[in-house]
C-alpha cells in the first residue's frame, strides 16, 4: 500500500489479496447462516468514531429490526466491509485511489526509498510504505502425527475455499480436534442425522455463551496496572465476584477489563505473560470469546442429541480403519467406510471416523509460520518476533521494528499480528482503532520520510508527526460526511 496526500498526486491503495472479495476474509466469508458474529452489532462499526455505522448498515440491507445486541451472521458482516470499502474508495476520489490486486505476496524486500512487493502472479508490486494487514497465519497443525497429516481425509484449514466439502459430501462421524469458536462453527455445519461430531481438546471446554440480555460492562473498582501477575489475578478474580454478587453476572466483569487488557498485558515481564500463557489463557480464552446466544443454543441442542459430544482428549496415535486400506486399497469416495480413520486418544478412546477436522486455530508464531512472505520479512531483519515469539514487535502504532529495536523500513502492521505487543488484538472493536491510526499515520506521511530508515523521521512522541484521535477523526468525517453513512 502506498500513501502520500499531495495536491498533484493523489495516494494510491493497493489491497492484495488472494481471495476474490475484498472484506470477506477468513472470517466474514461464510455463507452459512449458523456461523454468527461472537460479537453484537452495536460493536462491531468498521469506524471507531461511528458505533452504529453498521447496525445502520443492517436497518438498510434487509435487517429493518436489528438492534445493537443482535450476533448477526457473519457473511453479512462480510457484506457490510465490502460495501464500506466501495463506499469510501468513491468519496476518497481525487485524493486517494484504491486498487484491488488479487494476488498473494510471496515476499517483500526494500530496494533503495521504495518496497518491492513480490506477487504469486509473478510481477512485483512497487510502494513507499506497506502495510502487513494478512490476518491471523494458517495453523501448522505440530499435534498432527504423520500418518493423519498424509491422509486425504484430514482438512488441516477448516476455512480454506472448499475444506468442508469432503466432510459435508458423505454421513461418516468426525472429530474436530479444538473444542474453541472454530470447532463450533464447522460442528453446526457439519451437523446431520446419523452423524455424531466429536470434539477434543486439551480442556475439553467450549467457549461460554454470552448473555441473551447483556448488561453494561463493569470497571474494576480497584487500580490493576503494574501489578504482579499474581495479584493481578487475585483482584480480577475478586472484581469477577463482585460483579456477580451485584449484577448477577460475571460477563460484565470481564468485558469491563476489556478496554484495561493492553495496557495489562504491557506491564507484565516476560516471565508473568509466559505464566498467564500457561496458566491462565485457556479459561481466559473461553470467558472473553463467546458464542453468540442462538449459537449456544444450537450446540446444546446437539449436544443433547447426541449429535455432538465434547471432551478432553488429545489424539495420540491415527490409523486406517479398514485391513484393505492399509495394504493399499485406499478409497477416496467421499462416503467410503473403508477410508476411515481409527483415532487412539491419549486417554486410550478409540474413535473410528471418516474425518478429522483441525481447529486448534491460527498459529501465533510467524517465526513457525511456512509463508514465504513472513519468513523472508524476519529473515532479512525488516521484521523481528514479538513478545514471547507472538506476532511481530512494533511500536505504538503498528510500524515494525527490527531485531535490534529499530524501524528498518515504512512498514506496518495491525490485528493478529501485533498480539504479542497488545494481547487483546484480534477482533473488530481493537482492529478498527490500529487500523484508523495507520492510515493516519501514512496520510500524514510526508513524503521523504516514507523514504526509508536512512531518512530522519519528524520529530514526535513515536517519531512521527505528533497527532490525536480527535483530529484523525476530523479528517475522517471531511472524507465520511455522515449522510453517506
Ligand atoms: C472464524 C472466525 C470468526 C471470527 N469472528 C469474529 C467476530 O465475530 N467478531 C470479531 O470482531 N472478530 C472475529 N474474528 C476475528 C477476525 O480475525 C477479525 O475480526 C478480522 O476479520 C481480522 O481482519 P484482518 O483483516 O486482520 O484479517 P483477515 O480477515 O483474515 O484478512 C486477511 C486477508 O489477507 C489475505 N492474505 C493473507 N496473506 C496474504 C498474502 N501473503 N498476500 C495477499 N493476501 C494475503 C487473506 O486472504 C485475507 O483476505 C473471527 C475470526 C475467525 C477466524
Do not use: K
Amino acid at each position: 500500500m502506498r500513501g502520500r496526500r499531495t495536491a498533484a498526486r493523489p495516494a494510491g491503495g493497493r489491497a492484495g489479496r488472494s481471495g476474490p472479495e475484498a472484506g470477506a476474509g477468513t472470517a466474514y466469508a461464510t455463507q452459512d447462516p449458523r456461523h454468527r458474529l461472537n460479537v453484537p452489532a452495536g460493536n462491531m462499526s468498521c469506524y471507531p468514531d461511528d458505533a452504529g455505522h453498521f447496525l445502520r448498515w443492517l436497518v438498510r440491507h434487509g435487517d429493518p429490526r436489528a438492534t445493537a445486541t443482535d450476533f448477526v451472521p457473519r457473511g453479512r458482516f462480510g457484506g457490510y466491509l465490502a460495501d464500506a470499502l466501495a463506499d469510501a474508495a468513491v468519496r476518497a476520489r481525487g485524493a486517494a485511489a484504491l486498487r484491488h490486486v488479487r494476488a498473494r505476496a510471496t515476499g517483500c524486500s526494500w530496494a533503495g526509498a521504495r518496497a518491492a512487493l513480490a506477487l504469486s502472479d509473478g510481477s512485483v508490486l512497487h510502494a513507499d510504505a506497506a502495510v502487513l494487514a494478512t490476518g491471523p497465519l494458517t495453523g501448522r497443525g505440530g499435534w498432527v502425527p504423520g500418518a493423519l497429516r498424509r491422509s486425504p481425509r484430514f482438512v488441516a484449514d477448516a476455512w480454506a475455499p472448499g475444506a468442508l466439502d469432503g466432510p459435508l459430501a458423505c454421513d461418516r462421524d468426525v472429530l474436530l480436534v479444538g473444542t474453541g469458536l472454530t470447532a463450533v462453527d464447522v460442528a453446526l455445519s457439519l451437523d446431520r442425522l446419523g452423524r455424531t461430531v466429536h470434539a477434543v481438546s486439551r480442556t475439553g471446554a467450549l467457549p461460554r455463551p454470552h448473555a441473551a440480555t447483556p448488561l453494561p460492562p463493569v470497571a474494576p473498582p480497584e487500580p490493576l496496572e503494574g501489578l504482579p501477575l499474581r495479584q493481578l489475578r487475585c483482584r480480577v478474580y475478586r472484581h469477577v465476584r463482585r460483579t456477580v454478587r451485584s449484577h448477577g453476572d460475571w460477563r460484565p466483569a470481564l468485558d469491563g477489563l476489556r478496554p484495561l487488557t493492553a495496557r495489562l498485558w504491557g506491564t507484565l515481564t516476560p516471565e508473568e505473560r509466559d505464566e498467564f500463557l500457561a496458566r491462565d489463557r485457556s479459561l481466559w480464552n473461553i470467558h472473553r470469546h463467546r458464542m453468540a446466544p442462538a449459537t449456544a443454543e444450537a450446540v446444546a441442542g446437539l449436544r443433547r442429541a447426541r449429535r455432538l459430544t465434547v471432551s478432553a482428549g488429545q489424539v495420540a496415535s491415527v490409523a486406517q480403519a479398514d485391513v484393505a486400506s492399509q495394504t493399499g486399497a485406499v478409497s477416496d469416495r467421499a462416503d467410503s467406510a473403508a477410508a476411515d480413520l481409527c483415532v487412539t486418544l491419549d486417554d486410550g478412546r478409540v474413535l473410528r471416523v471418516g474425518w478429522v477436522v483441525d481447529c486448534t486455530g491460527p498459529e501465533t508464531h510467524p517465526a513457525r509460520s511456512g509463508d514465504p512472505l513472513h519468513r523472508g520479512l524476519l529473515e532479512a531483519g525488516l521484521a523481528a518476533p514479538g513478545p514471547l515469539g507472538i506476532g511481530y514487535a512494533t511500536d505504538a502504532d503498528g510500524r515494525l521494528l527490527g531485531p535490534g529495536g529499530d524501524a528498518r523500513a515504512p512498514l506496518w502492521t495491525l490485528g493478529a499480528h501485533r498480539r504479542g505487543e497488545l494481547w487483546e488484538s484480534t477482533a473488530i472493536p481493537e482492529i478498527r482503532v490500529q487500523a484508523a491510526r495507520v492510515a493516519e499515520v501514512l496520510v500524514d506521511r510526508p513524503a521523504a520520510a516514507a523514504r526509508g530508515a536512512a531518512h530522519p523521521e519528524p520529530a514526535g512522541p513515536m517519531g512521527l508527526p505528533p497527532a490525536t484521535y480527535a483530529a484523525a477523526a476530523a479528517r475522517g468525517a471531511a472524507v465520511r460526511p455522515d449522510a453517506d453513512r
